[in-house]
């Protein structure tokens, strides 16, 4: 009853609840069962979100990892942009949501937002130059989940949202896992059979499979696993009397096992330095684990590692990088967006032609965006990870190990760039801006005082200032 008055009480909601009635009304007329059926869920969904962008936020991270399935799955055509729709929606409900569910007032801005800024002033003028699909797609694959940080800063995650955040991670890393692990049993064969296509989901290192899990690719596989890693264990760690963080640390094996499976050296060079940040920063009994978990790599992956180790990957990616150089040095303020990586293999197999693939988001900007872009994108990194570094440091439990972890995230993520296009890799582009946002809006400060903010009110109550160094909470 209280939300029927709510409904009535407020115009654009109760617009929004017409509109959702006369479209079912509209599909049962017209015999469209299965529109029907999309009405019906997406109309609670909405009205979901729009009280709380939150939700929005927290289902995109849920069913995110499992976008690859659609590769085997008979959709229609516009269901596969449901990601990009639900983010643009959460954002847009940010605007227009009740006054609780939004951030305090008056917080200063991220130090790093001015780079961001030069970033896609650069990458912006690079569209505007080329213009046409590649320009769009270019924006779309390299920028457009910088929404993500932008809705989470303008209404954040309470902590009681962090948590279940966390909760998510864990929980689809470990389902992850599981189903990579379960793909080795099946072999080829039969993952062919399911509708997967060799030379583009299934891949092999050598003779041995790489598993891919629900996702595309076997890259964006493993590096979720890591993100997950990186953002689990500090939080585990913190509080190990948890239950859900003692299974989780339990069931670490399985998690590692499913890196392995995957065979992408980019993810378990990410995780040992994000290891080394939070074995250094304060999680000393990591230091244990590390050379153990390097000897039982080498010792249970057998060839495995001699393949994952190999140089020839290596040598194949110098050699790229070789012959693009004159292309750069032609073109110091960039080829043009979208001129390399995953939007100009999408756009040379429409046109039946070869793309190039620097395999390293450095180059990859350099390349496409000159060295002013380039140069904006390392000073961006560079803030991110300081910001997030400092926050840390005056943050309390539980929140300090989630940003412990974030800022492992951020380093895993500068690192595993240098042998991959991390950023433009789904979900990782959109993981690593969620986490951002959260962290941006954790760490914000009022302008002219020494106050730190609570990151989000609660549902049920509006933000306080708390003392600074004092625990983020849920007011």
Known sequence: MAAVLAIRNAPGRLALFAAALAAAC??????????????????????????????????????????????????PGFARGWKEALVGASLAATFVCPRSARGARGRSLPRWLPALAGLVVVALLSAVSIGGDQALLGLKVNLYYVLVAVA????????????????????????????????????????????????????????????FSTFDQP????????????????????????????????????????ILSALVRAAWLGLAVGLLYLAFRRYRALLWFIPLAVVAFLLVAGPVSSTLLSSTSLQART??????????????????????????????????????????????????????????????????FRAVHVGAARARAPDRALLDGIAAVVLAS??????????????????????????????ARTRGSGTELVAAASPTSAPAPVDAGAPLSPT
């Open 152 to 211: 989470v800063w303008r209404a954040p995650l309470d902590q009681r949202e962090r948590d279940r955040l966390v909760t998510i991670l864990m929980a689809t890393g470990f389902v992850c896992s599981v189903i990579g692990l379960a793909q080795q049993a099946l072999g080829d064969v039969r993952l062919n059979d399911l509708g997967y296509q060799y030379n583009s989901t299934i891949r092999f290192s050598g003779d041995f499979l790489r598993s």
């Open 319 to 384: 050699q790229g990088w070789q012959g693009a150089i004159q292309q750069v040095e032609a073109h110091p303020l960039g080829v043009g967006i979208g001129s390399a990586g995953a939007v100009a293999e999408r756009l040379a197999g429409a046109a039946s032609k070869s793309a190039y693939q620097p395999d390293n988001y450095y180059f990859k900007t350099v390349y496409e965006l000159g060295v002013l872009g380039l140069w904006m994108l390392v000073l961006l990194l560079i803030g991110i």
């Open 26 to 75: 509209a599909a049962a007329v017209a015999g469209q069962g299965l529109w029907l059926l999309a009405v019906l869920a997406i109309v609670p969904v909405a009205l979901a979100i729009y009280f709380r962008p939150q939700r929005g936020i927290l289902l995109v991270a849920a069913l995110a990892p499992f976008n690859g399935l659609l590769l085997i799955v008979q959709v």
């Open 414 to 443: 500068m690192v595993a760039s240098l042998v991959d296009s991390y950023f433009e890799i789904f979900p990782l582009d959109l993981t690593f801006w969620l986490l951002i946002g959260l962290a941006a809006a954790m760490v």
């Open 219 to 258: 890259f964006p596989f493993a590096l979720f696993v890591m993100v997950t890693l990186l953002v689990g264990i500090p939080v585990a760690l913190e509080d190990p009397t948890r239950v859900r963080n003692r299974v989780f640390l339990l069931a670490t094996p399985i998690y590692l096992l499913g």
